[in-house]
């Protein structure tokens, strides 16, 4: 049951946003790409990772709101196999700020019952980081609220081909050379295997792009931009998007129900 007086105090424009939401149509996997720390940080003359250590907040309200509207899933993009290419001293704050995180969080993540789990290239982040997601895997793994999956070292493109290396690797075990894959097969051995497709895609910062992420699941999703900075994004605007969402209507393809009642009543006619 969702206690609405842990997510809007009486009065506030989260508890008018809140009343607007429909609880009982709620996205279940909702994926962020968090963009715009380096021109937060710019618009306040500060270095560029100052705009990432003020995300941290952002990611702590997000991942905790998500937690009490009972979402399934969060995934969060926070380093793209392109990442790499910044300069070291950013690429080593982000991995120290993520290191930081998962200590201090370990335990808002229990008390929420959230279970945490890392999606991408994880074999390729430097050990220290990869001890410290693994800790807070393990310590997580039975809780059974929202998942919160971050993106880290991830690129939608290097996801498909490590699936195909995946999927060949399958087949030799097997030895299934002529095997035929369907759409589900290659889904059962993507990094989100066993996890609904996101239903809202978020970007903040104002860019029209999908930047690489979830190539492949967010196929039907809804796509929502704002120009807020990931750094100034808080609960109030996760209800705008999931607001947003909801005035959307979701067709995978298909007419809706009223329209594809009048094809049926004009064929009738016709034949
Ligand atoms: C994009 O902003 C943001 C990132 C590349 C990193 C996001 C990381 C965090 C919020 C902190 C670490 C994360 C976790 C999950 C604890 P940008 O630097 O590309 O911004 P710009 O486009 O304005 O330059």
Redesign the pocket.
Known sequence: MIDLRKLAEPGSIEETLLDRVDLKRLPRHVAVI?????????GRNLP?VE???A??A??REIVETAARLELRVMT?????VE?WK?PRY?VAT?MM??KE??RKELKTLMDNNIRFTAIGRVDGLDPSVQRELKYAENETAKNSGLLFQ?ALNYGGRAEIVDTVNRIMAVLREREMSDAQIDEQFFSDHLYTANIDDPDLLIRT?G?LRVSNFLLWQIAYAEIHVTKV???DFRRRDLFEAIIDFQSRERRYGGVDESDAQMFIEADNQQS
């Open positions: 968090m963009d715009g720390n380096g021109r937060w940080a710019k560029r705009g990432h250590r995300g941290i952002s990611v969060l993009y926070a380093f793209s990442n910044r950013e982000l700020l993520l995180y998962l971050i910062s860019e900075l990931w750094p």
